[in-house]
């Protein structure tokens, strides 16, 4: 089993940056791949970012590709969310992950293919 717990959410302005954390407890992190999900007020939780379980593959939603960079420290057991340019919308409570090493890291954009979840930290962007 693993535990989850992020760190790293606050309050920026528009065009600012944030980094997440999410600490993973256990000695299996490094067996798992990895995502980000976000969740917005009234809105269904959503796709962000995963990786697999070494760190040489990542796959992005659109919305965030090119802003986002999803990386992980197997010798920390963290789990990081490093964000920029941030915008109003990107405004949610983001989850940190752990899945299934099955799939091919593109298709990990379900939340059904993840064993895992952190309580979540929230981020708010003002305008």
């Known amino acids: 089993q693993v535990q989850l717990v992020e760190s790293g959410g606050g309050l920026v302005q528009a065009g600012g940056s944030l980094r997440l954390s999410c600490a993973a407890s256990g000695r299996t992190f490094s067996t798992y791949a990895m995502g980000w999900f976000r969740q917005a007020p009234g809105k269904e939780r959503e796709f962000v970012a995963a990786?697999?379980?070494?760190?040489?593959?990542?796959y992005y939603a659109d919305s965030v590709k090119g802003r986002f960079t999803i990386s992980r420290d197997n010798a920390k057991n963290t789990l990081y969310l490093q964000m920029g340019s941030l915008k109003p919308e990107d405004t949610a409570v983001y989850y940190c992950a752990a899945g299934s090493q099955n799939y091919p890291i593109r298709t990990m954009t379900s939340t059904d293919k993840y064993y895992y979840w952190g309580q979540g930290t929230q981020v708010t962007v003002s305008s």
């Open positions: 990786i697999n379980w070494s760190g040489s593959i990542t």
